[in-house]
């Protein structure tokens, strides 16, 4: 049995009165496809945020790959990382925005490079022939002149996934990447996600309020709800047979709001 | 009758003061703009209230003062400078003060959301301000850039105050000689206004380059 990639023990982050995590514990084993569902505000969105560390946590300790993330040992004791642990701890992580997060002033093939260049040091010809393999691989080779302003969302979706494949990651968080998307632009993005969950063996967490999509992609579905986890399992046992009234109720409106399962 | 041609070169001698000082004097204060306004945005406390000491004690004292001091008090502390570096340093300290507000703003005003990229693409601080959000925020503070420099161009003429023969001092030493005050001052207030027309159309040419392809327009 191999060792969990990511482990996350007993943490807590609160937004001053507001606790948001409470608690939390919980292991991603390595290449497992985890989805992440429940109500807006549970917590799920948090716990991406805090793996990419883009938000520091009150309590507890998470362990990635075999590291700390938040603390690194100095002598005996354990502190509080500083920058420079946090951006070794960065580069085994890769995350996808529900807005994607371009950056408007520089071209599509230069939204890629841009990385790999300066926190790897890759040569210049090197970074373009890997992001041209990249675009290809999302579909988007033919626009790596365009700029982001030109593309559509499902468009700019492809890229952002691209370029953060760029650095390799060992782990892949998607935090709602489909819900900024018109209807018509979901789908593309999703058949990405699937090709890269087919041929990568990729640790993968996914937010999502795409239960149909969660369902065929994920090997372990969580359901949240007030920063705890009410409910896991496989996909088919969560969405089919449903343990937790709480997690009834959710599905119930989920399908309500017109979501296929 | 007056021989105009000898007067209207003087003034022109003075053009070329008032051209030299706000060159000058912008570049000093773009320098300040940029170490002041981004001093403010510093993690460390004392950078910050530094760059803040800097910034209001300039915006909020007379440029005539800061002039004065810079050109007859220095003297008593060591510092001896001619007519010249005087008026680039008071105009470039006073105005580089508004632009390190402006630099400030700008750099706020880039969203969240291309920091947090930034951190999931794992660039330090230094890429981040260098590659991403200054190449977003200079096309926002050029127009205030573009203000401030024309504020700076008009503000040259102080320094006819400590006897440096700019455009307005020779205004006057022609009016005094010739008896004429249409004249002197007709030409001055054209040439003022030919310098700041060239500095709005030359910062508006430097916005177009700088917007390139943020609208969608791939130049």
């Not at chain 1, 970074?127 to 302003?149: C, F, I, N, Y």
């Not at chain 1, 996934?161 to 760029?166: E, G, H, T, V, Y």
């Not at chain 1, 967490?205 to 149909?212: A, I, N, P, Q």
């Not at chain 2, 502390?77 to 632009?99: D, E, K, S």
Request: contains cysteine; proline residues 4%.
């Amino acid at each position: 049995m191999p060792s969990p990639i990511i482990r996350i023990d007993n943490i807590t982050k609160t937004y001053g009165p507001l606790t948001v995590l409470d608690g939390l514990s919980m292991d991603v084993m390595p290449g497992e496809k985890l989805a992440l569902i429940g109500p807006s505000g549970s917590g799920k969105t948090t716990i991406l945020r805090i793996l990419m560390t883009l938000e520091k946590i009150a309590a507890g300790h998470i362990e990635v790959d075999g590291e700390q993330l938040y603390h690194m040992r100095k002598g005996d004791s354990l502190v509080a990382a500083d920058e420079k642990h946090l951006q070794k701890m960065r580069t085994k992580i890769g995350m996808v925005f529900q807005h994607f997060n371009l950056f408007p002033h520089k071209c599509v093939l230069d939204n890629i490079t841009l990385a790999p260049m300066l926190t790897k040091g890759v040569a210049k010809a090197a970074a373009e022939a890997r992001a041209m393999k990249l675009l290809d691989m999302v579909g988007m080779a033919d626009k790596a002149q365009s700029m982001p302003a030109q593309l559509s969302g499902g468009q700019k979706q492809r890229v952002a996934i691209a370029r953060a494949l760029a650095l390799s990651p060992k782990i892949m968080l998607f935090d709602e990447v489909t819900s900024a998307l018109d209807p018509e632009l979901v789908e593309e993005v999703l058949n990405v996600m699937r090709r890269l969950a087919a041929e990568t063996d990729m640790t993968m967490l996914l937010v999502t309020h795409e239960m149909g999509f969660a369902h065929d992609f994920a090997d372990r579905v969580l359901f949240f709800d007030k920063g705890r986890i009410v409910e896991e399992g496989r996909p088919e046992d969560i969405f089919r047979n449903p343990r937790q009234e709480r997690t009834q109720t959710f599905l119930r409106k989920i399908i309500a709001a017109g979501h296929r399962v | 009758m007056i021989d105009w041609s000898g007067y209207i070169g003087l003034i022109l001698q003075g053009a070329l003061v008032t051209i030299e000082l706000t060159l000058m004097g912008s570049a000093l204060a773009l320098v300040m703009a940029f170490v002041a306004g981004l001093g403010r945005l510093s993690r460390f406390a004392a950078v910050r209230a530094l760059a803040t000491v800097y910034i209001e004690f300039f915006r909020g004292t007379s440029i005539f003062v800061q002039l004065f001091w810079v050109y007859f008090v220095l003297p008593f502390a060591g510092i001896t400078l001619t007519p010249l570096q005087a008026g680039v340093l008071a105009l470039g300290l006073n105005v580089g003060a508004y632009g390190a507000e402006v630099v400030r703003g700008a750099v706020q005003a880039i969203g969240r959301e291309q920091h947090e990229a930034c951190v999931a693409l794992n660039l330090g601080r230094f890429q981040r301000m260098r590659h991403v959000i200054l190449p977003q925020a200079l096309p926002l503070m050029l127009p205030t850039f573009g203000n401030n420099a024309i504020e700076l161009l008009k503000g040259t003429a102080v320094v006819s105050l400590i006897s440096l023969t700019d455009m307005t001092f020779q205004a006057q030493v022609v009016r005094a000689q010739t008896g004429s005050t249409l004249i002197p001052f007709a030409t001055i207030l054209v040439l003022y206004f030919v310098m700041a027309l060239a500095i709005s159309t030359g910062v508006r040419w430097l916005e177009r380059r700088a917007r390139r392809g943020l609208d969608g327009v791939r130049a």
